[in-house]
């Protein structure tokens, strides 16, 4: 089956750094998803981008779907940014997701 | 996007005993997943409830262990039969809705998160 990898599994910032998260997928995808999971394990959608570009605020995300990456960009990054985030793929026409493994964020004042 | 509520939120359970875990939606939707979580780890998919018909289970789920319900397009239950305490995880429902063209985007109730002792 499909490989969702997903770097850094671990992040570190101060507040106010700017970061990059990615997302490698080892096969061709028709939906991809961001989510955030908060510290209550609420999972928050934030992009659903099997291709292209899409900017919400301090976050966007990026999707190469032919070189199979996707990319999460945060910008001047807040506490509230911490948690887990997810990448999660479908690759069929069951509409199932795949999640990687996720990156969990700590934003320090 | 739709409005998904769970119940319930938490609960703490004995070995052996079982749990129902209900998902409601606002809004009809046509697809309903279940999702379990185990600590620190990711999210892996237990079933696609169908309404109408039985559920379709993943490699290492079967229906004995967490039987689905679905008797409409708002609600579904995942039962957790027998419960060991390796069932200690959070569980998720999530919908799809339409997203770009024939594809769905999915949205994530609450959780129920499950101890058992």
């Known amino acids: 089956g499909i490989q969702v990898e997903q770097s850094p599994p671990d992040l570190i910032l101060q507040e106010g750094a700017n970061s990059t998260l990615r997302c490698n997928f080892s096969?061709?995808?028709?939906?991809l998803q961001w989510f955030h999971q908060n510290p209550w394990g609420q999972l928050i959608n934030l992009f659903y981008?099997?291709?292209g570009t899409k900017q919400n605020g301090r976050l966007s995300a990026t999707t190469v779907a032919t070189e199979r990456y996707s990319l999460l960009y945060i910008s001047s990054s807040q506490t509230t940014d911490s948690g887990v985030y997810f990448c999660?793929?479908?690759?069929?026409?069951?509409?199932?997701?795949?999640f990687g493994s996720g990156t969990r964020l700590l934003v320090r004042p | 996007s739709a409005v998904i509520s769970q119940k319930p939120s938490r609960d703490i359970c004995q070995r052996g005993t079982s749990l129902t875990i209900q998902c409601q939606v606002d809004?009809?939707?046509?697809?309903m997943f279940w999702y379990r979580q185990q600590p620190g780890q990711s999210l892996t998919l237990i079933a696609t409830?169908?309404?109408?018909?039985?559920?379709?289970?993943e490699s290492g789920f079967v229906i004995d262990k967490f039987p689905i319900s679905r008797p409409n397009l708002t609600f579904s239950t995942l039962t957790v039969s027998n419960m060991s305490p390796e069932d200690s995880s959070i569980y998720l429902c999530?919908?799809?809705?339409?997203?770009?063209?024939?594809?769905?985007?999915?949205?994530f109730g609450p959780g129920t998160r499950l101890t058992v002792t």
């Open positions: 999530s919908v799809g809705s339409p997203g770009q063209g024939a594809f769905y985007e999915q949205y």
């Open positions: 096969d061709s995808v028709n939906n």
């Open positions: 981008i099997p291709s």
């Open positions: 999660a793929v479908g690759v069929d026409s069951s509409y199932k997701l795949i």
């Open positions: 809004s009809q939707v046509t697809m």
């Open positions: 409830a169908n309404q109408g018909s039985e559920a379709t289970y």
